[in-house]
Nanobody, 125 residues
């Protein structure tokens, strides 16, 4: 059974940094894509970033080079490093994953079918 567990969410001041982590278990290989989404109560879920099994990342335009996604396949971990945080980054952050046929699938084309429980990020001014 595939499971995802996020961690690292916290209260941080404007301009600060956080690193979120997503621990994946149950995958039989590293051929899976992982994405980060975020959601503010009352608003639609927003895609933030994704990475395929080969480590190729993609980012939402709204991130503006402030975030970096990475993965450690040996540890089955995916990270989202967030810098220069603003109040607009306040949300619950979710990681999602899906097994893929290839390491090199374009992660933005994946429909994610496994989700974590979310980790809250609050940026205070």
């Amino acid at each position: 059974q595939v499971q995802l567990v996020e961690s690292g969410g916290d209260l941080v001041q404007v301009g600060g940094s956080l690193r979120l982590a997503c621990a994946a278990s149950g995958f039989t290989s590293n051929k899976y894509a992982v994405a980060w989404f975020r959601q503010v109560p009352g608003k639609e879920r927003e895609w933030v970033s994704c990475i395929n099994g080969a480590g190729t990342p993609h980012y939402a335009d709204s991130i503006q080079d402030r975030f970096a996604i990475s993965r450690d396949n040996a540890k089955r971990m995916v990270y989202l490093s967030m810098d220069r945080l603003t109040p607009d980054d306040t949300a619950v952050y979710y990681c999602a994953a899906r097994a893929t046929a290839s390491f090199r699938v374009t992660c933005t084309s994946v429909t994610y079918n496994v989700w974590g429980q979310g980790t809250p990020v609050t940026v205070s001014s």
